[in-house]
């Protein structure tokens, strides 16, 4: 957590101005939006987290969130399958998605780059093709099924503010990769793979595998949040359905104090790190600064703090340096 | 050897001290450099010669006591290095470990880098060129001016580097290990260099882990031990036990007597095996359960890629078998069955630097802690403790970060990572490479108590003293191929020397 106070007062300090200066933040209506797109962010969020543990990087994942987002509606409605046979298909297909980045990066040894780029531009081409360019939706339909995105949870003593029922598949997968990045065997063995490859393979472990796991693990999640992203709008365009959702889940993870060079994941800091890029758009928003900004303000905020973490890192550095020498 | 007339002291260290954020590194160093004589500065990885190097060089000031420069009347003056052009002001060159000329300047633009000739501010590159020919000549070194730096190799870089400081007027000379990547016939060259530069009345500072060769050039030795001065000594009372003595600071226990392997078993058999290296010739060894088997050889004799294909790294054909069974597939494979190799390139292949040593240790030892996948946090402390207290690692501390160790220790984390799991077969490449002498030892031990406890061990090693100090069988390979086997009683150095160069000899089996 001590790594994380930097980011933390961040997301603070932009609660606290948006609050104080924008309209509305404090709502039951913003906060419940809020906690909603973190929640859903998260999940791609910790997804990419285990391939830039490895040393990776995932382009493609915002192209699987709209290739599955428009997969179910188009799916269940104008094919009429039941969701039984429908979510399974889905998910089975988005790990085999991140089966084929896996071996194309370990058995071909592609970069991981380019392997995802190619998918980004695939993926989302598929999409388009697949449904005509037409919009999906559930046109009223399976509010069953969605309530799983949309469902709010009453909570005891709070009248206004229900919690979004996504946070229950956030906090469940979340645990879940705490505590196999931090308890098993598995978990240490990736992040020896992220911090220096070769000496984990000369140490006997089954570097391919783990590389080839964490990206199935990444589209999984990619998928799953896709099915929810959609459950959550109703209809979405192939077109621009996605866009951009990998950078934010890049983004959200270095915040968090992912490093690109592998080796290092913290799934607090992917959340905490998500949360406050949410925070910002909605700020953007409330404190109407035009949404144009939107990207460049990120962008900013991004850049200063890998920069600042950069420094920091330096002086620490430095200071070993000047204890260590002799 | 020197002359006597011409050896005056020049600069002289008066309780020299450096502390670091309230740590000691440096305490109490007094030292003569005298123009005409060899000074070696020789002690352990952490005793503190490189930052006495550097306060020699202007780099760093000492936080306690003074440097001070003596004329020819022997008056003593402070002088105060505030930076390293302050230091080549008062005729004070290092040549670093690390080569660091420009690649792409040609070889009079490198040794006149920023005293370069010029005309109405055009370079006189004609002049240059003489110049820079004169103090190659100096060197020894028969090479055009014009030639690129980033073509020569690294033996003739490291002398057109004390080209140019003898060039910038440098009276007192500092190598740091300038030994460490040249070949035994390259490395005679330069210390008879350093001696011709002794005669004519330079003042060389010599720092070496390699102690023959300090025995053979140094006219006195500064021996440092954790930051102190363990002791000087001169030509009359410098050998090489007195000089490890004090650079240990301890005796070191007798090695352990090898027990006789007559009727052990083959635990590794390796039949026809074709690895990676250039030549593609067949291979085949054995080693018994409990036996140490040395590979000797040059550089690109193919050891590295024999172990390697051994450890299932790389394309390899031909058969491998371990306690009978055949072993192949991935690496993780051959580590399950007990396959264990710590590789040459410890930073490379070997290390997660940023992580703790705790980690580092515990890598390979994690599956058998686990239960249901999950790590045994406790069984991990247990094992690591258990580690470092075997193998003497320092600093103790578990939560260290390996890349802040001296090589020996980092040395020790990789082949601790090994032990954790007792192997059955322990393949090491270099294993003491740029270790210090204790560190070595406790290396030397820890493998034969392995071999001890029934694990077969294959090395390799440049280090023939190594090599005849640690196995019980010697496989020299020439070019791809076994080229002959000794038995550690019947080999010396100039016969396995031999083979390993392509001669044939007799005593070889």
Redesign the interface.
């Known amino acids: 957590m001590r790594k994380h106070w930097g980011l933390l007062g961040i997301f603070l300090v932009v609660c606290i101005v948006t609050a104080l200066y924008g309209k509305n933040f404090l709502t039951a209506y913003n906060l419940m939006n809020l906690v909603q797109r973190t929640a859903l962010f998260s999940i791609l969020a910790l997804g990419v987290g285990f391939v830039i543990g490895t040393g990776g990087i995932d382009l493609s994942l915002g192209s699987v969130v709209c290739l599955v987002g428009i997969a179910v509606p188009w799916l269940l409605i104008e094919h009429g399958w039941s969701p039984w046979t429908v979510v399974p298909v889905v998910l089975a297909g988005s790990a085999l998605i991140g089966l084929a980045h896996g071996l194309l990066v370990t058995r071909l040894r592609l970069q991981p780059f380019l392997v995802t780029l190619c998918g980004l531009l695939l993926y989302r081409g598929i999409a388009r093709w697949m449904t005509g360019d037409q919009s999906q939706g559930f046109q009223g339909e399976f509010a069953e099924l969605r309530s799983i995105a949309v469902g709010r949870i009453p909570l005891p003593g709070l009248e206004t503010f229900r919690l979004p029922a996504t946070t229950i598949p956030l906090v469940v997968l979340a645990v879940i990769a705490a505590l196999f990045l931090a308890?098993?065997?598995?978990g240490?063995?990736l992040l020896?793979t992220g911090?220096?490859e070769?000496?984990?393979?000369?140490?006997?472990?089954?570097?391919a595998r783990l590389v080839t796991g964490a990206y199935v693990a990444c589209s999984l999640l990619a998928g799953l949040g896709g099915m929810l992203f959609i459950f959550d709008v109703g209809s979405a365009q192939p077109s621009d359905f996605g866009n951009f959702y990998e950078l934010y889940a890049i983004a959200a993870a270095v915040l968090g104090g992912c490093s690109l060079r592998g080796?290092s994941v913290s799934v607090v800091g992917i959340v905490l790190g998500t949360a406050t890029l949410q925070v910002l758009r909605n700020s953007i928003n409330l404190l109407g600064l035009g949404s144009q900004l939107e990207f460049a303000v990120i962008g900013a905020v991004l850049l200063a703090g890998v920069a600042a973490d950069e420094l920091v890192r330096r002086w620490h550095a430095a200071?070993?340096e000047?204890?260590?020498?002799? | 050897m020197a002359s006597a007339p011409q050896v005056r002291t020049i600069l002289r260290a008066r309780g020299i001290g450096r502390r670091?954020?309230g740590?000691t590194?440096?305490d109490g160093i007094d030292a003569d450099i005298r123009a005409g004589e060899v000074l070696a500065i020789v002690g352990e990885n952490?005793?503190?010669k490189?930052?006495l190097l550097k306060i020699l060089s202007g780099v760093l000031a000492p936080s306690s006591g003074s440097l001070e420069e003596v004329d020819g009347h022997g008056h003593a003056h402070e002088l105060r290095l505030r930076s390293v052009a302050d230091a080549a002001q008062a005729g004070i060159a290092l040549v670093h470990q690390e080569l660091n000329l420009a690649e792409n300047l040609d070889l009079a633009g490198a040794i006149l880098l920023g005293r370069e000739h010029h005309r109405f501010g055009w370079l006189d590159t004609r002049s240059m060129r003489a110049e820079a020919g004169r103090w190659l000549a100096r060197v020894g070194l028969d090479l055009d001016p014009s030639t690129l730096c980033g073509s020569l190799p690294i033996a003739q870089r490291q002398l057109v580097e004390i080209a140019k400081a003898l060039s910038a007027n440098a009276r007192i000379l500092i190598l740091d290990e300038p030994t460490s990547s040249l070949s035994a016939r390259e490395t005679e060259r330069l210390l008879s260099m350093l001696d011709e530069l002794r005669r004519s009345g330079v003042a060389v500072v010599y720092v070496s882990h390699h102690l023959d060769e300090v025995l053979a050039i140094a006219d006195r030795a500064l021996v440092l031990r954790d930051?102190r001065m363990a002791g000087t000594l001169d030509r009359s009372t410098m050998d090489r036990s007195t000089i490890e003595r004090l650079m240990v600071g301890r005796d070191l226990p007798p090695v352990t007597v090898r027990p006789s392997l007559d009727d052990a078993s083959t635990r590794l058999a390796v039949d026809g095996l074709i690895s990676a290296h250039r030549r593609r010739r067949p291979v085949s060894l054995t080693v018994r359960r409990g036996e140490i088997v040395g590979l000797a050889g040059l550089v690109g004799a193919g050891r590295t890629e024999l172990l390697e294909a051994i450890?299932g790294?790389g394309h390899a054909s031909g058969s491998i078998s371990l306690d009978g069974r055949p072993l192949t597939g991935?690496?993780?494979e051959?580590?399950?069955r007990g396959?264990a190799?710590v590789?040459e390139d410890r930073a490379?292949?070997?290390?997660?630097?940023?992580?703790p040593v705790r980690?580092n240790i515990s890598?390979?030892w994690?599956?058998r802690g686990?239960h249901a996948?999950?790590?045994d946090h406790a069984g991990e402390r247990e094992v690591v403790g258990g580690m470092i207290t075997r193998l003497r690692l320092r600093p103790t501390d578990p939560a260290r970060?390996v890349?802040?160790l001296s090589g020996g220790n980092q040395q020790k984390t990789i082949l601790g990572?090994w032990l954790a799991v007792e192997p059955s077969v322990l393949l090491l490449d270099e294993p003491t490479r740029g270790v210090d002498v204790g560190a070595r030892h406790d290396i030397h031990e820890a493998v034969r108590a392995a071999a001890a406890a029934g694990c077969a061990v294959l090395f390799a090693s440049s280090d023939l003293e190594e090599v005849l100090l640690l196995a019980d069988r010697i496989l020299v390979m020439h070019d791809g191929a076994i080229a002959g086997e000794f038995l550690r009683e019947a080999a010396t150095d100039v016969a396995i020397m031999s083979l390993a160069t392509g001669g044939a000899l007799e005593g070889a089996r």
């Open positions: 308890r098993t065997v598995w240490r063995w020896a911090s220096n070769a000496a984990a393979r000369y140490s006997g472990i089954p570097t080796g200071r070993l000047r204890r260590g020498a002799g | 670091f954020a740590v590194a440096l952490g005793a503190g490189s930052t930051g450890a790294l991935t690496i993780a051959r580590v399950a396959l190799i590789p490379r292949h070997g290390l997660f630097t940023l992580d980690t890598m390979a994690l599956p686990a996948g999950l790590v970060r890349q802040t990572r």
